[in-house]
Nanobody, 126 residues
Framework: QVQLVESGGGSVQAGGSLRLSCVASGHINSGAYVGWFRQAAGKEREGVAAIYISDGTPTYYADSVNGRFTISKDNAKATVYLQMNSLKPEDTAMYYC??????????????????WGQGTHVTVSS
């Protein structure tokens, strides 16, 4: 059984940065993806970024964060990171880490992910 624990959320002013961490316990298949999703109040959960866990490529990003966010991994620490720069108020949301069981061609689709963390909240003030 895989467990995912997120951390690193908090409050920051617009233009600031945060780094989220997702620590995994249990076995994640080497062909799996780990993704970050977010859900703002009153909105649907959406995919933010994903990384192929085997060798770290490819990576994928939502258009809204491309160029500002970077997903990376440290296999030795069983951790996936989401570096968030140039944060905007519209980035305010609960951020979730999730993992698939196998390869997926639709990294943004929630139903592709089997394992989910509890989330960490990010607030960006203007």
């Amino acid at each position: 059984q895989v467990q995912l624990v997120e951390s690193g959320g908090g409050s920051v002013q617009a233009g600031g940065s945060l780094r989220l961490s997702c620590v995994a316990s249990g076995h994640i298949n080497s062909g799996a993806y780990v993704g970050w999703f977010r859900q703002a109040a009153g909105k649907e959960r959406e995919g933010v970024a994903a990384i192929y866990i085997s060798d770290g490529t490819p990576t994928y990003y939502a258009d809204s964060v491309n160029g500002r966010f970077t997903i990376s991994k440290d296999n030795a620490k069983a951790t996936v990171y989401l570096q968030m720069n140039s944060l905007k108020p519209e980035d305010t949301a609960m951020y979730y880490c999730a993992a698939t069981n196998w390869y997926t061609s639709t990294w943004w689709a929630m139903n592709e992910y089997t394992y989910w963390g509890q989330g960490t909240h990010v607030t960006v003030s203007s």
